[in-house]
């Protein structure tokens, strides 16, 4: 069965700093990947996929993310963060083929520091 | 081009009572599915439609049920409501064949 892993719970950056967050996935095919975003009360955005191709994938807001199949992971990033950053980030995964369902990693709140 | 929009917002419920909850996809998506999202067990799928047909399911109890419309609209279906069903709802759409799913605002469900 496919799962995805988020090991930090919780981020806590200054304003302007670089983020790195972490995800590795486990799952028998190449993977689709998704990161999405979550702010308090609301529903999920996407923040960028990766089907195939370049491994480096940009998305809106100014996050990209890499895949390293080696090391089964997906992990993004946003070189300068900004105070509207703060909210939570789930990494995902999809099967391939007629199911289309998503698993989500536990999560990671991101806390900005001004 | 609207989003996917889910009602009610919020509810309140008591144990033992059934509850609706009402999801309309982005025009032209005819896939909707719907998930949970509790603090302990995180997102969880609960079911996806196509077509007025359910094609997957999660591992949830039968007190969960859903229906699509010819519209592409989807209700989902809770009976016999525990408190464990408070969290959030969140229904998405997407494309026939598409992998992309693109999320409503969510229902809060608060089971007393």
């Known amino acids: 069965a496919q799962s995805v892993t988020q090991p930090d719970i919780h981020i806590t950056v200054s304003e302007g700093a670089s983020l790195e967050l972490r995800c590795n996935y486990s799952?028998?095919?190449?993977?689709?990947l998704f990161w999405y975003v979550q702010s308090p009360g609301q529903g999920l955005q996407l923040l960028l996929k990766?089907?195939?191709?370049?491994?480096l994938v940009q998305g809106i807001k100014g996050f990209e993310a890499e895949f390293k199949r080696s090391q089964s992971s997906f992990n993004l990033r946003k070189p300068s963060v900004h105070w509207s950053d703060a909210a939570e980030y789930f990494c995902?995964?999809?099967?391939?083929?007629?199911?289309?369902?998503?698993?989500f990693g536990s999560g990671t709140q991101l806390t900005v520091l001004p | 081009k609207a989003g996917v929009t889910q009602t009610p917002r919020y509810l309140i419920k008591t144990r033992g009572q059934q509850v609706t909850l009402s999801c309309s996809p982005i025009?032209?998506?005819?896939?909707v599915s719907w998930y949970q999202q509790t603090p302990g067990q995180g997102l969880q799928f609960l079911f996806e439609?196509?077509?007025?047909?359910?094609?997957n399911k999660g591992n949830f109890p039968g007190r969960f049920s859903g229906r699509q419309f010819s519209n592409s609209r989807s209700e989902m279906n809770v009976s016999t409501l525990e408190l464990g069903d408070s969290a959030l709802y969140l229904c998405?759409?997407?494309?026939?064949?598409?992998?992309?799913?693109?999320f409503g605002a969510g229902t809060r469900l608060s089971v007393l």
């Open positions: 998405a759409s997407s494309l026939d064949g598409g992998n992309i799913q693109y």
């Open positions: 990766y089907f195939s191709g370049d491994t």
């Open positions: 799952y028998g095919a190449t993977p689709y």
């Open positions: 995902a995964v999809i099967s391939s083929g007629s199911a289309r369902q998503l698993t």
């Open positions: 025009s032209g998506h005819r896939s």
């Open positions: 439609y196509f077509s007025e047909t359910q094609r």
